[in-house]
Structure formats: structure tokens, C-alpha cells
């Protein structure tokens, strides 16, 4: 199998639980394993986008900007986009886009990246703020942040389904994060409503984790598997 068949993760979603925010990859180095991916930057601040082979920070201000290769990630996925399946959709509200998704495309126990371009009738997103050291924990950080939203935009949903067996790991479900068109609406996807899109996806049967072993606060943690899973069913959904 082809590296690019492969779903290339940074961390786990469950080291973010513990407050372990410190970005352990650089852009450069995490772009060398996919075009398309989402994560975090350094210190939990704000959402990354990567779309096409750059990576775009969607910020706690609202604004966004591309991010530079020598900054660094705590988490993210990226994989290289070579979707397997293509549908046009017209007028689905979120909840009815994922059960069909799993069940046309037989996600339940595989990994999928999910790409979505199109028209969207409602879009609502958030990001996480900034955090100085010493850090809080995800919940605590993710308490209060800005939310987003926008009608009729023109843009790109990116992310990815994982099996709920793997939650801590990464997020168990759906994952996903938002682009506009003209870089004026982003972040982690909330809500969404699709007017008109073409959804691509992409089913993986290898999932590569790298881990920052090189990192002494991940060294030293001590990790809690139901408190990560309830952090990430508080913090991610
Ligand atoms: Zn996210």
C-alpha cells in the first residue's frame, strides 16, 4: 500500500485533554505527510485548516491567515487527497448529512476522510482560544469560546470519521472543520446546513500515529481514559 493511503496523525485528541498544548511538529514537517488535514497550533490557539497543501489558522478574533512552516502543532491529522467516492448534495441539515454518509458509504468501522465543497446554507463554527502556560485543562480552556456563523457561504468542510472505537485517540465520529471561499468564516465545525456541495470521500484501512515522544510533559502524563472521553465529548462535539 501506498504511503498516501494513509491517515498520518500528529498526537492524540487525548493528550489536548490534560492541557498538553505545546505544538511537538512543525507545519513543514507535518505538510510532508498530507495536502488535507485538521488540527491545532501551539498553545490550542485557534483551528487549522489545511486544504489544497497549505494550512490556514483560523483565529479566536475571527480572522484567518496561513501559517508559516516553522510553527508547530500539538495535534493534527493530515492525509493526501485521493478520494475514492463522489456525490453531488443539495439541501441536507447535518444530521441527516451524517447518517447518510455512514450508512451509503459504510463508515462505522473505518476511517473516511471527508471533504465537502459547495454552498452552504447555514454555517456555525468555533475556536478555541489561545492559552498561556501554565495550561488548563481542554474543558477548561474550551469553556468559553467564540462562536461563528454565516448564511449562504461558499466554502470547504474538512475533517474526518474515525470508529468510535478509537475516541481518545482522536475523536470518535466526525471531526470536522470549515474554510469559506474568501478566508472570512473558519473553524471547528459546529452546525452546518449544505444548500448545494460535492462531497468527497475517502476510506482508509491504515491509520499512522506519531507520537511526540521527545516531549517530557507527555512522557510524565498520566492519562485517564474516561476522563478523556468525557473531555472529548464536552470539548470536540
Ligand atoms: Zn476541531
Redesign the pocket.
Same mark, same amino acid.
Given at each position: 500500500m501506498a504511503v498516501t493511503d494513509t491517515i498520518f496523525q500528529h498526537g492524540t485528541l487525548g493528550l489536548l485533554v490534560p492541557g498538553l498544548f505545546d505544538g511537538t511538529i512543525t507545519a513543514g514537517e507535518l505538510l510532508q505527510h498530507g495536502d488535507t488535514g485538521?488540527g491545532?497550533l501551539n498553545g490550542l490557539d485557534g %483551528?487549522v485548516i489545511i486544504v489544497d497543501g497549505h494550512a490556514y489558522q483560523a483565529r479566536q478574533d475571527g480572522q484567518i491567515r496561513e501559517i508559516a512552516a516553522d510553527e508547530t502543532l500539538p495535534f493534527a491529522s493530515v492525509h493526501f487527497e485521493k478520494p475514492d467516492v463522489s456525490d453531488q448534495l443539495t439541501a441536507l441539515n447535518q444530521a441527516d448529512f451524517e447518517q447518510q454518509v455512514i450508512s451509503d458509504y459504510r463508515l462505522t468501522n473505518v476511517f473516511a476522510a471527508i471533504r465537502i465543497d459547495g454552498t452552504f446554507k447555514h454555517i456555525k463554527t468555533r475556536v478555541a482560544p489561545r492559552q498561556e502556560q501554565p495550561y488548563k485543562t481542554l474543558v477548561a480552556a474550551t469553556a468559553e469560546q467564540p462562536e461563528f456563523t454565516g448564511a449562504d457561504v461558499e466554502g470547504t468542510i474538512v475533517?474526518y470519521y474515525a470508529p468510535h472505537l478509537f475516541q481518545g485517540a482522536t475523536?470518535g465520529g466526525f *471531526?470536522l *472543520?470549515f474554510l469559506s471561499k474568501d478566508h472570512q468564516l473558519g473553524g *471547528?465545525l459546529l452546525d452546518f446546513e449544505i444548500a448545494k456541495a460535492t462531497l468527497k470521500v475517502q476510506h482508509f484501512a491504515d491509520f499512522h500515529v506519531h507520537l511526540p515522544i521527545d516531549n517530557e510533559a507527555y512522557l510524565r502524563e498520566q492519562f485517564d481514559n474516561e476522563v478523556i472521553d468525557k473531555a472529548i465529548n464536552k470539548a %470536540?462535539r
Open positions: 485538521i491545532t %483551528e475533517g475523536v *471531526h *472543520h *471547528h %470536540e
